[in-house]
Antibody, heavy 116, light 110 residues
Framework: EVQLVESGGGLVQPGGSLRLSCAGTGFTFSNFWMSWVRQAPGQGLEWVATIKEDGSETYYMDSVKGRFTISRDNAKNSVYFQMNSLRGDDTGVYYC?????????WGQGTLVTVSS | QSALTQPASVSGSPGQSITISCTGTSSDVGESIFVSWHQQHPGKAPKLIIYEVSSRPSGVSNRFSGSKSGNTASLTISGLQAEDEADYYCSSYSTNNIVLFGGGTKLTVL
């Protein structure tokens, strides 16, 4: 059974940093692109970033370029999301998802709250 | 990076069929095979119900079907059931290697 488990969310002040982790089990992790998708409170889904199987290519939405970094460690079956210079509009549930241009499995999400 | 356009809400009675539209441009929906649909119940993670325009993942009911014409994709749910009441999101790969989501459609089963 495919499972994705996120961790690392929490409350952070504007301008602060947070690192999210996502562990994947039940599939050959190194064979799949991975993505992060977020959802602001009461709002819709928003794609944020995607990373290729071997980590050689990464893609981001415009508003997070230069602030957020997606990475992975295939030996640990994990994908990470380093978020710097956080802003209030970054608040939301962050989902880890399998695949790049569409997502076939999703984690349960981890809540990131940016507030003073 | 404009979002895809979906109706905010649709409704139907049990047993009826409904269709949700998702309008993009020739740079995304119009040219991409990577058009997908997700179902999300309140407080839950999204669930993939259609991928690559019209394919259904294993385990998804055949009451769900997808199609595309020009820059507009559509999700049709036939034989509406109470459990279908949820939010539905379309998404599409777009040029410059990004993914766009629609704003979401709230389905109410009357």
């Amino acid at each position: 059974e495919v499972q994705l488990v996120e961790s690392g969310g929490g409350l952070v002040q504007p301008g602060g940093s947070l690192r999210l982790s996502c562990a994947g089990t039940g599939f050959t992790f190194s064979n799949f692109w991975m993505s992060w998708v977020r959802q602001a409170p009461g709002q819709g889904l928003e794609w944020v970033a995607t990373i290729k199987e071997d980590g050689s290519e990464t893609y981001y939405m415009d508003s997070v370029k230069g602030r957020f970094t997606i990475s992975r460690d295939n030996a640990k079956n994990s994908v990470y999301f380093q978020m710097n210079s956080l802003r209030g509009d970054d608040t939301g549930v962050y989902y880890c998802a399998r695949r790049g241009w569409y997502s076939d499995y999703w984690g349960q999400g981890t809540l990131v709250t940016v507030s003073s | 990076q404009s979002a895809l356009t979906q109706p905010a809400s649709v409704s139907g009675s049990p047993g009826q069929s409904i269709t949700i539209s998702c309008t993009g441009t020739s740079s995304d929906v119009g040219e991409s095979i990577f058009v997908s649909w997700h179902q999300q119940h309140p407080g839950k993670a999204p669930k993939l119900i259609i991928y690559e325009v019209s394919s259904r993942p294993s385990g998804v009911s055949n009451r769900f079907s997808g199609s595309k014409s020009g820059n507009t994709a559509s999700l049709t749910i036939s034989g509406l059931q109470a459990e279908d009441e949820a939010d539905y999101y379309c998404s599409s790969y777009s040029t410059n290697n990004i993914v766009l989501f629609g704003g979401g459609t709230k389905l109410t089963v009357l």
